[in-house]
């Protein structure tokens, strides 16, 4: 594939100012280049991943993030019209102990807490967890979430719908 420029994007604050003015259109909230689930932004041709990828009002700021919406995007520029689908995924090691993150855990109306683990749920359906040390149960709910979600569009039929702005 030939292209004309390739950015490359480091950190959690996305450097777009010079972007004012192009046709990328912004999350004024974020600073985030908008894009809808195919990571196209809404200029032709123009797909975001990373740090500065702002998919349904929300940027992931984790490198596992980044590398799947790369491979997305750039599959998607050859034409291959999938879908960003991954669940919000976040680590650190913090003093020899694993902390992991997975799905909404804000948004949850419910909570249940174990020894080094919590589950999040609304409405009663499990849409995130926080785990200390427990990869095994993080990893399947990881895995059922992801389940859930559609993976292809028609290939260029992504912004047809628009791209959402930011949530409040």
């Known amino acids: 594939m030939t292209t004309d420029a390739v950015?490359?994007?480091?950190?959690?604050?996305?450097?777009?100012?010079?972007?004012?003015?192009?046709?990328?259109?912004l999350d004024p909230r974020?600073?985030?280049?908008?894009?809808?689930?195919?990571?196209?932004?809404?200029a032709p041709e123009v797909w975001a991943a990373g740090d500065v990828a702002c998919v349904d009002g929300e940027r992931s700021?984790?490198?596992?993030?980044?590398?799947?919406?790369?491979?997305?995007?750039?599959?998607?520029?050859?034409?291959?019209?999938?879908?960003?689908?991954?669940?919000?995924?976040?680590?650190?090691?913090w003093h020899g102990h694993r902390i992991q993150v997975v799905g909404?855990?804000?948004?949850?109306?419910?909570?249940?807490?174990?020894?080094?683990?919590i589950v999040y749920r609304r409405d009663g359906i499990e849409v995130g967890a926080v785990g200390i040390d427990s990869p095994g149960p993080i990893a399947r709910l990881r895995r059922a979430l992801a389940a859930q979600?559609?993976?292809?569009?028609?290939?260029h039929t992504a912004l047809a719908g628009g791209i959402a702005p930011a949530r409040e």
């Open 149 to 155: 979600a559609p993976s292809r569009i028609e290939p």
């Open 30 to 42: 974020s600073g985030g280049v908008l894009c809808d689930r195919s990571l196209a932004t809404s």
């Open 104 to 117: 909404e855990t804000t948004a949850a109306d419910e909570e249940e807490r174990e020894p080094g683990f």
């Open 61 to 93: 700021e984790h490198w596992t993030a980044a590398g799947e919406q790369g491979r997305v995007a750039g599959a998607n520029a050859a034409g291959a019209g999938e879908l960003f689908t991954s669940v919000p995924f976040a680590w650190s090691t």
């Open 7 to 25: 950015v490359l994007g480091i950190g959690a604050r996305p450097a777009t100012a010079w972007l004012a003015g192009s046709n990328v259109a």
